[in-house]
T-cell receptor, first 113, second 112 residues
Framework: NAGVTQTPKFQVLKTGQSMTLQCAQD?????MYWYRQDPGMGLRLIYY???????DKGEVPNGYNVSRLNKREFSLRLESAAPSQTSVYFC????????????FGSGTRLTVV | GENVEQHPSTLSVQEGDSAVIKCTYS??????FPWYKQELGKRPQLIID?????GEKKDQRIAVTLNKTAKHFSLHITETQPEDSAVYFC???????????FGAGTRLFVKA
């Protein structure tokens, strides 16, 4: 039982390049999330998927797109990377009901130069 | 939308002392308040949570209190140990919602 798996763990991009961060969970959770973590700013929600087939914007969606490929997988795409997108990205999942916490993946450290 | 403020940003205590981290939230419709612990270089992990129909919850050395009227909740760690050193995040979620909004975090240092 792997929980939430994110790939890659590290990535360096040049400004303007694109990439997709992958996330998969094996806990049969309904909801999945993408957060970014910057020093002193906590975790900020980028996009979320309440259930398979739905996606919604979070607090900081600009410059990102997402795809809920199936119940297990939720990907985050940067179409044209900018230095402001240098961050640690965490994927998370939850059962979906309001009163349950998240299980986080191990994170992707992204640097845009 | 919901906003969560967390204090202090840094907290240093002596081993064996207690530590208290405080959070306030803005939306009275929030009804679920989890706390996460993040060790250096690791993922955040849920350590305790509280729902709005409960005023206090304990789990061994950690406890969380909730004051709905004041829109305020706190994490209490007793008999702190060096392995408690980490960043702690409070969070809030609206009733019926899916978005969890996090505070900025508190870095706790426990000195041996």
């Amino acid at each position: 039982n792997a929980g939430v798996t994110q790939t890659p763990k590290f990535q360096v991009l040049k400004t303007g390049q694109s990439m997709t961060l992958q996330c998969a969970q094996d806990m049969n959770h309904n909801s999945m999330y993408w957060y970014r973590q910057d020093p002193g700013m906590g975790l900020r929600l980028i996009y979320y998927s309440a259930s398979e087939g739905t996606t919604d914007k979070g607090e900081v969606p600009n410059g990102y797109n997402v795809s809920r490929l199936n119940k297990r997988e939720f990907s985050l795409r940067l179409e044209s990377a900018a230095p402001s997108q240098t961050s640690v990205y965490f994927c998370a999942s939850s059962r979906g009901e309001s009163n349950y916490g998240y299980t986080f993946g191990s994170g992707t450290r992204l640097t845009v130069v | 939308g919901e906003n969560v403020e967390q204090h202090p940003s840094t907290l240093s205590v002596q081993e064996g002392d207690s530590a208290v981290i405080k959070c306030t939230y803005s939306d009275s419709a929030s009804n679920y308040f989890p706390w996460y612990k993040q060790e250096l270089g690791k993922r955040p992990q849920l350590i305790i949570d509280i729902r709005s129909n409960v005023g206090e919850k304990k789990d061994q050395r950690i406890a969380v209190t909730l004051n709905k009227t004041a829109k305020h909740f706190s994490l209490h760690i007793t008999e702190t140990q060096p392995e408690d050193s980490a960043v702690y995040f409070c969070a809030a979620r609206l009733y019926g919602g899916f978005k969890t909004i996090f505070g900025a975090g508190t870095r706790l240092f426990v000195k041996a």
